[in-house]
C-alpha cells in the first residue's frame, strides 16, 4: 500500500512529502533523506519494542502503567522529560501530570537550543516563514549551522535551492554566506566562507551591528575573532544590500561560550538590519517537535522549559530546574523519559545517578535509556503510527497523520500511554 504526504518526525524541518510504501514483508520510502528513511524503517524494525518491561522481564500492560504511577506518585520531586519526537499533544499531558504531581518538566532544548529560546524571549524574534524563505530570500547566512549534515533536505527542498515566487532561478538567485569555525559541507557549496575563532561570536555580532549603523570597526578585530575589519565591513554591505536576508543560528551559536548573550546580540544585529532591509532570523532545531515543546509549554505555565512545580507553582531557572543540573545535584528522585535517549547523551555522572532512580521509559526501541529503566513502555511511531501536531523549525504547527496501526493495541499513541499512567497517577 502506499502512502503519500507523510510528514517525516526526525529533524525540525519536517518534510511533508515523503512516500511511504509499505505491506506485511516489504518496505520503501522515497523523497526523505537518510535520517528520515533510517527513523521509518524502525515501523519494521527487528529491534522494535512490541510490548512492557519491568525490571527487564516482559510485563503486563496494566502492571507496567501501575508501576510507572507508582513510581511518579511516591516520588517528592519526579523529573519528566518529553523528547522531542512525540506529538505536542503528549507533551501536554505530560506537562499537565508534572504539575499535578508537583514534579520538573523539561524536554531537549535543555541540552540543544535552550539559550537560543532565551535569548529571543530577551530581545524579541524577528522570525519568518520557511514559504517566505523559498519565496523571497536572497541571501541566507548559516551561522554556527551545517544543514547539509544537520537538517538534509534544509537547502535543497526549503531554502537554498528551491524556485520561489521572487527567486524563480532557485539557487542562482541567492548569495549563501556561512560563518564557522570549521570548513563545513555547507561551507563548501556557500559564495562566502569566513572562519571565526571559536566562542568569539558575540564580538563579531556586535562588531557587525556596529558596522551596519556605519561606526568605525576596531581595526585589530581580527587578531581577537580571526575575522578581520574588511571581512566583517564587507559582510555587513552584503546583509544591507539583501532584499530579504535571513540569518540561520545553529548550535554553535546557542552552545558556545556566552550562550544566549550571543543569541540576543545576533537579534539585536537583525533588529538594527531591518532599519535597512528586511531580515529574518531562524534557529536551525534538531529535533522535530522540538520548537512545539517550547511552544506547548510556554502557554501553559509561562516558560519554554525547564519548569520545576515543587514550590506549588511555576518556577523556572535554567542551571537550577533543567534536567542536567537537577540530576547532576541528585535532586530529583524519580524520572520518566519519553522518546529520549537520555542515557546515551547525557554526562557520565547524570547517567550514574539516573541508573540508581527509579525510572520510567516510553520508547521505540531498545538503547542504553530503556536499558537502565525500571519500567519500559513501548513507544508509538507520531505521523505514521497516530496523528498529532508538529512545530517546525518556523514555529508553524503541522497536523501530522497516521497511516499504519502500532504493531500491540494497548496503546493508540504516546499521548494515550501518558494519559493512562496519569489516570493511574490521580486514583
Ligand atoms: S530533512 Fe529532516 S525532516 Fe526532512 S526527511 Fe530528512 S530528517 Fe526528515
Known amino acids: 500500500m502506499i502512502y503519500e504526504n507523510i510528514t517525516c518526525s526526525v529533524c525540525g524541518m519536517a518534510c511533508e512529502d515523503i512516500l511511504v510504501d509499505i505491506d506485511d514483508d516489504h ?10 528513511n533510517a527513523k521509518l524503517g524502525e515501523l519494521r524494525s527487528p529491534h522494535r519494542i512490541k510490548g512492557p518491561y519491568i525490571d527487564g522481564k516482559v510485563a503486563s500492560w496494566n502492571e507496567a502503567i501501575k508501576m510507572s504511577a507508582d513510581i511518579l506518585k511516591d516520588a517528592t520531586r519526579p523529573l519528566l522529560f518529553i523528547g522531542s519526537e512525540t506529538s505536542t499533544e503528549a507533551m501536554h499531558v505530560g506537562i499537565e501530570m508534572a504539575q499535578y ?9 535543555t541540552i540543544c537550543h535552550g539559550p537560543t529560546v532565551m535569548g529571543s524571549q530577551d530581545a524579541g524574534k524577528p522570525s519568518c516563514t520557511l514559504g517566505e524563505i523559498k519565496n523571497r ?12 549534515e544537520s537538517h538534509p533536505r ?8 528551491p524556485k520561489g515566487y521572487f527567486t524563480r532561478k532557485g539557487r542562482m538567485d541567492r548569495k549563501l554566506v556561512v560563518v564557522d569555525p570549521r570548513r563545513t559541507k555547507t561551507a563548501d557549496i556557500a559564495d562566502l566562507y569566513i572562519r571565526i575563532k571559536p566562542g568569539y561570536d558575540y564580538v563579531v555580532f556586535n562588531a557587525l551591528s556596529a558596522a551596519v549603523r556605519g561606526q568605525e570597526v576596531d581595526e585589530n578585530i581580527g587578531d581577537m ?6 571581512q566583517i565591513e564587507e559582510l555587513a554591505d552584503i546583509m544591507k544590500g539583501a532584499n530579504f536576508g535571513v540569518i540561520f543560528a545553529g548550535l554553535g551559536v546557542a552552545s558556545s561560550i556566552r550562550k544566549n548573550n550571543n543569541v540576543r546580540a545576533v537579534e539585536l544585529l537583525v533588529r538594527e538590519l531591518n532599519r535597512y532591509t528586511k531580515f529574518s532570523l531562524l534557529a536551525n532545531r534538531g529535533h522535530c517537535n522540538v520548537a512545539g515543546f517550547n511552544q506547548v509549554c510556554t502557554w501553559m505555565t509561562g516558560f519554554p522549559f525547564g519548569v520545576d512545580f515543587s514550590r506549588g507553582y511555576a518556577y523556572y ?3 537550577e530546574t533543567t534536567t542536567v543540573d537537577l540530576l547532576d545535584r541528585e535532586e530529583v528522585d524519580a524520572l520518566l523519559v519519553v522518546g529520549a535517549a537520555l542515557a546515551s547523551h547525557l554526562p557520565r555522572k547524570v547517567v550514574k545517578y539516573m541508573a540508581k532512580i527509579p525510572t520510567v521509559c516510553i520508547d521505540l526501541s531498545h538503547c542504553p535509556m530503556t536499558m537502565l529503566s525500571n519500567v519500559v513502555l513501548p513507544g508509538v511511531m507520531d505521523g505514521a503510527e497516530c496523528e498529532g501536531t508538529f512545530y517546525r523549525i518556523d514555529d508553524i504547527p503541522l497536523r501530522v497523520k497516521k497511516f499504519i496501526d502500532p504493531p500491540f493495541n494497548f496503546t493508540t499513541s504516546n499521548e494515550d500511554t501518558l494519559k493512562q499512567i496519569y489516570t493511574e497517577v490521580k486514583k
Open 27 to 36: 518496505m520503501n520510502v522515497e523523497n526523505a533523506c537518510l535520517m528520515g
Open 137 to 148: 530570500a536572497d541571501l541566507l547566512i548559516c551561522w554556527g549551522s551545517n544543514p547539509t
Open 101 to 109: 504531581l508537583g514534579g520538573v518538566v523539561d524536554s531537549n532544548a
Open 154 to 161: 534544509h537547502l535543497s527542498n526549503f531554502t537554498l535551492f
Open 317 to 319: 531557572n535554567p542551571g
Open 225 to 230: 575573532t580571526d575575522v578581520s575589519k574588511d
